[in-house]
Each structure stands twice: as C-alpha cells, then as structure tokens.
C-alpha cells in the first residue's frame, strides 16, 4: 500500500479531501476532480464528524469496484488516522536487471544492423542453459530449426501475403455467432415490422413491401499478445508475419509484443512501408532483455488501455511457449482478469505439435483453466490448419 | 439515540423484511438524497434483487425490473410500436400518420415506464453485466439525462426521477462510465448473526437452537472450496424443507440430513466435494 502522510498544513475540509482522493489515486483507484467535489457533496448530506458514517459514505461514493471495496477501509484509515505504513523505496524502479544471455531475438531481427548495437547492452557469452526453463530438447531443437531468415524475409512478398492470408481466414472462422439482435437483410426469418408500417403509408396502409430482418453473424475483434523471448525465436517470424496479417486484415485488430516488457506494435505493423515498418519493429525489440515474463506482461496488459476495449466480441490470442520467469499465481491472476473482459482467450503454442509434449510447465498448467482453446502452431502453414478449430470456438 | 435518517431506514428495511448492513444502508440513503444510481455486486444469492424489492415497499413505490439477458435491445428494453395494431388501424379506419404514432400504439418497457410514472419509481435493471456493453452505453445515456428519444414523437422528459438499481455479477467487467456514474456496495455473504437474524425473519418458524445449526452449517460450508456456494435463498429453501420434514435437530437425523442437501448444494462436483465425512465433522461442530 502506497502511504500518504496526513498533511498537517492542509487548510480545510476541501483541502484535505482532494489530498485523499489524490491517495485513493495512488492506490490504484481511478478518480477524477468530479469525484472529488461529489466527496464534498456527499459529507453534507451526513454527520460528517462521526467517522463511521463519513467512512461508509466516502466508501460508497468513491470505491469503483470489488477490488477496492476490501482496501478502502485500511486506506481510509491510512489517510485520515495517519496509520499507514510507508514502504521500503527499495528494489522497484529498477526490478528488471539485464539478463546474462545474448539478445538472441534482436540478433535475429536485424542481423546486419541490429548486431553491434545490441552487443554493447548485453553480455555475451552467458549461458544457455539458465532462464525460463529452457531444456535440453529445446535448444536442440533451435539449432535444428534456425534457418538463415531474417526481418526482410519476414517482410517478405509471398509469406507475408500467406500469413495474411491465414489470419484473415482464422478472422473469418472466430464469428460471433450469439446475437440476438436483427439487424434489417434482404433475406430472414422475421418480417422488420417497423419497416414494414414505415413503407406501407406511402401505399396507404398496404403492406405491399415486406422488408425482413435476421440475427447477423458479426466478426470478433481480435487481439494478438506475441512471446518474443529468447525460448521463442525460432518462432517469432512466423508469428510476428501471423500477427502482421491479422492487424493488415482487420482495422480493429490490436497486436502486442512482450518479452520482459509489454509493448504495443499495431502502428508499427499498419506501417505500409515494409522496410520502415521493419525498422521500427527492430528499434523496439532493442533493449528487450533475456527472460520471459508472461505473467507481468499480461498484467501490464490487463490493467493498461488495451484490456479496457475488450469486450464479449473480442478473442485474445497469446503466441507462447508458456516457459516463464515470473511466478504461475501472477499468471493465473492477470489471465483471469484478461477473461472477465474478454471473449474468449486462445493461446498458441508452438511446442503443442512436437510428440509426446504435455503442457506440464507451472506457467503452463496455471494457465490452462483459463483458456477456451490450447492449439498447435510454429508454421503458417500450421497456423492456416487451425481455421478448423477456430470455427468451432 | 440513532434517530439519524439511516438508522430511520434501516428499521423500515428490517421492517420490510430486509436485514441490511450500515454500509449498505449508507448506499441505498445517498442513492436517495443524491438520486444517483446505485450499482450492487456480490456472489449469487445474497439479495441484491431483494434489497430493490423491500425498497419499493419502504417507499411505497412501484417496482419497476428490467431483466438484462445478452442480446436484450432498445425494443425490449425502452419502447416498440405496436405494428399489429397499427397495421389494423389502418386498414379499419383508415388512420392517419398523427394518429398511428400516437400514446394508444407505443408500448412502453420498463425504461420508459419508469420514467414516465407520477410518482418515483424503483427501477430495477438486473444482471447488467449479462446485457452486452451497447445496451450499457445505451443505458448510460438515459440514466445521466433520464429523457428518451423516440424518432416519431419526439424527446420524453422524466416526469420524476426513478431511484434506479442495478445489480451484477460479475460475469464480466463494467466499463469504467458506467461505474463512475453509481454508487457502488459489494454484499458479500452476511455474518453469522446478521444470517441468524434473516433466518429469523424470513425463514419458517423454528427453534432457536436448530437456527444456530443451520446457519453455522451453511457458514461452515461457504469457507468449503465449492463451485456454487450456498446462499441466502438456499439456506432458506433448506430451512423450509427441514421444518417441512420435521427435523428438530440435525444431529439426530443424518440421513435424513443428506436427502435435503439438494437444496443447498447444486452442482454434482459440489456434492462429491461435500462428502458425509465432511458433514459430519461440519454438524460435530455445530452441535
């Protein structure tokens, strides 16, 4: 809990209001000014000096949800009873120390320029072994796959034109098959009655035109959340080509990418110059470090801007391997929260095609009861054969 | 001493058969003198659609429910025309435009009711969280300027402002609009004593001590790891059937005991997840 000090040079009433909706604020609350006057309002409509009935109306006034209902009453005794506990300012700035293994992902973006550059941030020469939980099979695995492909190739005519593809017929099979309003067609189950008395005055109150109306299939917004860390960059030109096809197909369609941080990529991937959308891509990956934090980046996504334009019609879909750095509880806390919001969650997974794999890792399996569809995918070609599966979600 | 307007409102409730905490009464007073709606969320079957029910008796006010469901539309929700009448009007006596679209076709739905009435209504929209989020901007717009548009007659003004009620739960998130246009309770399942008082009200008339089992043993089973935890309701549906059964007290009668917990517990998994061990254990306690 962040503390606030009473302020003991507050002047009045309004004074020390405004510095505790500031405090609210600080704790996670989103209050505006608005609210601050209604605080005002609302202790005149109260015995304001009992300081359970002022608790319980500031309560009800200012407390948006369930998660602040629990909290409030400890933060409006911090505040008002300077009883609250000022956290040790250690360790929170700067939580996220580089890791020890070479930017495998920026190197592989942009080989020719991105190399030296990268060099100079990281150490090279760390070992492979440790982060993430990367095994034996996966590294053989990596060497196994790495071709010589870099971001031009991503960029490149034809699969950037298959990828497109593929995602514009998984946008086409994920439809919102639900709806339960009409919308006016020319051909349907029902007769639009409005329209029909609408045309029928022209004719004197013959219904001679027989307008109708049908539940319409509506499309899914989808947004894309792609894993760039170092375990997935065998696959993140196959998915970042996926998710360029899905933003290029679709107005609406949102793209991420998160390594140890979360960042937005749509205006990048909508760039039309090939080659400068490249470059921006590279200079974002820059300074993306070793490990994954999936669990912290789908929390930074679940509470920023992103997560609010979800809603029941949106399908979120996560490109991982699911080996993470962070802990499965935080995992599983931020992909609940994503699920209150959204659809549907559909998370791809490229190690699901390899035999014998179960999905055994704790990020994992903490995840799992929180997903409609757990797929297969490392090609596009792969990730065209899902239309299938999407259709029936 | 508590002739505070609160505490005026919390002896109506009790009186209305509602057992409500302070801070909920706090909410249901500022919804009243501020007029502002007031957003109720919490797990099934504690009463949040009660609480609008012994409000409108308090107020002596009708009760006016919309019941949210996922496609509900602005025909279902605030008005449509009544085309068949309009549609024989016309053919019977020829009516003309002014005519058809006039007071005798619009049938009104519960938003336009509720604001058209001579006293303030109670309007209860249940479960918004299940309409989808275009009703919820839609409802935004009436519940910040309470006046309706219809194309045909023109605006409709509120001729009294309802006390409007909404309840959720949380299947998904509200937006963060229609949040901040409420005042917000979270009911979480009542304590022991506020659970015994309810019982005593609300439920049939029984001993005190097979009271103090009942309740203890649907505490006992809400802190149990289930699908569907029992709520109010449910406690009071068992109540009955153990009056009903004429079971005096639960340590007698196990077997017994177990047929009527259909009422309490639902789901399959909750049953296998509620075995005769546990119960009995959970009664030893009780008892």
């Known amino acids: ?393 | 001493m508590t002739t505070t307007p609160q505490a005026d409102l919390k002896r109506a409730l009790a009186a209305a058969g509602y057992v409500a905490d302070d801070t909920l009464v706090m909410a249901l007073h500022l919804a009243l003198t501020l007029g502002r709606p007031l957003l109720l969320e919490g797990p099934a079957g504690v009463g949040k659609t009660e609480i609008a029910k012994a409000l409108s008796e308090v107020r002596q006010a009708r009760l006016i429910r919309l019941q949210c469901y996922e496609g509900l539309d602005a025909a279902h929700a605030i008005y449509e025309w009544n085309y068949q009448r309009q549609l024989l009007a016309i053919r019977a006596d020829g009516a003309g435009e002014d005519s058809l679209f006039s007071d005798r076709f619009l049938l009104r739905r519960p938003l336009l009711e509720a604001i058209c009435q001579a006293e303030p209504p109670v309007l209860l929209i249940d479960e918004i969280d299940r309409a989808d989020e275009e009703f919820e901007a839609y409802l935004l717009e009436i519940l910040s300027d309470f006046q309706i548009t219809i194309p045909e007659i023109g605006t409709i003004t509120a001729t009294s402002r309802p006390l409007v009620i909404l309840t959720a739960n949380g299947t998904r998130d509200l937006s963060d609009a229609l949040r901040r246009r409420c005042l917000y309770a979270y009911i979480d399942y009542p304590d022991r004593d506020t659970e015994l008082a309810i019982l005593a009200r609300r439920g049939p008339r029984i001993e005190a001590r097979l009271a103090r089992q009942i309740v203890g043993v649907v505490q006992a089973l809400r802190r149990e790891e289930l699908e569907k935890k029992p709520g109010i309701a449910e406690m009071l549906d068992w109540a009955a059937a153990l009056a009903g059964l004429g079971i005096n007290d639960l340590t007698e009668d196990r077997a017994a005991l177990r047929a009527t917990l259909v009422c309490l517990l639902k789901t399959a998994a909750d049953r296998d997840a509620a075995p005769p061990e546990l119960l009995d254990r959970i009664i030893g306690k009780v008892a």
Not at chain 1, 80 to 106: C, D, K
Not at chain 1, 117 to 130: D, Q, R, S
Not at chain 1, 209 to 238: I, Q
Request: proline share 5%; charged share 25%; with cysteine.
């Open chain 1, 1 to 393: 809990m962040q503390a606030t000090r009473f302020p003991t040079r507050a002047e009045g009433l309004a004074d020390r209001m405004t510095g505790f909706v500031a405090h609210l604020r600080l704790n996670g609350m989103h209050l505006g000014p608005q609210e601050t006057a209604d605080a005002l309002a609302v202790l005149a409509e109260i015995d304001a000096t009992d300081a359970d009935q002022a608790r319980r109306a500031l309560k009800v006034l200012l407390v948006p949800g369930a998660e602040g209902w629990r909290s409030f009453d400890a933060l409006f005794d911090a505040y008002w009873f300077n009883a609250g506990r000022i956290r040790q300012r250690a360790a929170n700035a700067h939580v996220r120390t580089q890791s020890a293994r070479p930017m495998l992902w920026q190197a592989h973006l942009c080989p020719e320029a991105g190399a030296p550059e990268g060099a100079g941030e990281t150490t090279p020469g760390g070992g492979e072994g440790e982060a993430e939980g990367i095994d034996g099979r996966l590294i053989a695995t990596r060497t196994r796959n790495l071709r010589k492909r870099d971001l031009r190739e991503l960029m490149d005519e034809d699969s950037r034109r298959a990828a497109e593809r593929a995602a514009r017929d998984l946008a086409r099979a994920i439809r919102d098959r639900r709806s339960r309003r009409r919308h006016q067609a020319h051909r349907g189950a029902d007769l639009d009655l409005r329209r029909v008395l609408r045309a029928s005055l022209a004719r004197g109150g013959e219904p001679l035109d027989l307008p109708r109306k049908t539940r319409p299939d509506r499309p899914m917004r989808l947004v894309a959340l792609c894993d760039v860390s170092g375990s997935m960059t065998v696959y993140a030109r196959v998915f970042l080509a996926f998710v360029k096809g899905l933003v290029a197909a679709d107005t609406r369609a949102d793209a991420y990418l998160f390594h140890t941080r979360l960042m937005r990529i749509t205006p990048a991937l909508r760039d039309h110059d090939t080659l400068r959308a490249a470059g921006r891509l590279s200079l974002m990956a820059e300074g993306f470090g070793g490990g994954t934090d999936i669990g912290g980046a789908l929390t930074r996504f679940a509470e920023g801007q992103g997560a609010q334009a979800l809603n029941r019609r949106s399908v979120v879909i996560i490109l991982s391997d699911g080996y993470c750095t962070g802990t499965p509880e935080r995992l599983a806390t931020a992909l609940a929260r994503i699920r209150r919001r959204a659809g549907r969650i559909i998370w791809l997974n490229p190690l699901l095609g390899w035999q014998g794999y179960a999905p055994v890792a704790a990020a994992m399996t903490a995840a799992l009861p929180y997903l409609d569809a757990h797929l297969p995918a490392n090609t596009i070609a792969a990730l065209a054969a899902l239309e299938p599966h999407f259709a029936k979600l």
